[in-house]
């Protein structure tokens, strides 16, 4: 079984501010985590994957986030927000074997105020 | 390329009725999936397919059925609408063939509005 828990229904932050988006996991094996980000209305784009290369992976829009085995944990990081930026961000988990689905966390609504 | 596309972008049912949503893609994907996305929960797998002729059932199944007859399409079936149906549906389609590593990619979802 695999699941994951997004600290922080909503986010508030400055432009130029430092981003920070919390996200735990739970998986019985290697996991694979993806930060996805939804604008207004839209679908969902991929912001970066972890597939078990580099710990410290790089998405678009300046994201990255960290991939913590010991902490169990995927937190997405940006330096400096901008008001474009303002969005409901989900982090998933997969893994190799079973239904190769992705499950969700329940999402973090980014505010950037001006 | 256009992706994932889903018909209608917004639909209102009576209780009862039953409709279609469409979900089409482009990219030659062997697997598609349908998710619906409630306020605070995530989005949450109802059905998915791993190939044409293939399905099987998500987390939340109850009310829907699917079919995959070609692997570009992939409609999802309300049979008889519920209120607790109300939600907004993206469909999602990826390769495949490298296990859970690869990317998924969304479309623009249908909003469904159930009186």
């Known amino acids: 079984a695999q699941s994951v828990t997004q600290l922080g229904s909503h986010v508030s932050v400055s432009e130029g501010a430092l981003v920070l988006l919390r996200c735990n996991y739970s998986?019985?094996?290697?996991?694979?985590l993806f930060w996805y980000v939804q604008y207004p209305n839209q679908g969902l784009q991929l912001l970066l994957k972890?597939?078990?290369?580099?710990?410290l992976v790089k998405g678009i829009n300046g994201f990255e986030a960290e991939f913590k085995k010991s902490e169990t944990s995927f937190h997405l990081t940006k330096p400096s927000a901008h008001m474009s930026d303002a969005a409901e961000y989900f982090c998933?988990?997969?893994?190799?074997?079973?239904?190769?689905?992705?499950?969700f966390g329940s999402g973090t609504r980014l505010q950037v105020q001006p | 390329n256009a992706g994932v596309t889903q018909t209608p972008k917004f639909q209102v049912l009576k209780t009862g009725q039953s409709m279609t949503l469409q979900c089409a893609q482009d990219?030659?994907?062997?697997?598609m999936s349908w998710y619906r996305q409630d306020p605070g929960m995530g989005l949450r797998l109802i059905h998915y397919?791993?190939?044409?002729?293939?399905?099987d059932q998500g987390e939340v199944p109850n009310g829907y059925n699917v079919s995959r007859s070609t692997t570009e399409d992939f409609p999802l079936r309300l049979l008889s609408a519920a209120p607790s149906q109300t939600s907004v549906y993206f469909c999602?389609?990826?390769?495949?063939?490298?296990?859970?590593?690869?990317?998924?990619?969304f479309g623009p979802g249908t909003r469904l509005l159930v009186l």
């Open positions: 999602a389609s990826r390769p495949g063939l490298a296990g859970g590593q690869e990317t998924q990619y």
């Open positions: 998986s019985s094996v290697p996991p694979y």
């Open positions: 972890y597939t078990s290369a580099a710990t």
């Open positions: 998933a988990v997969s893994s190799a074997g079973g239904r190769r689905a992705l499950t």
């Open positions: 990219m030659n994907h062997e697997y």
């Open positions: 397919s791993v190939g044409a002729g293939i399905t």
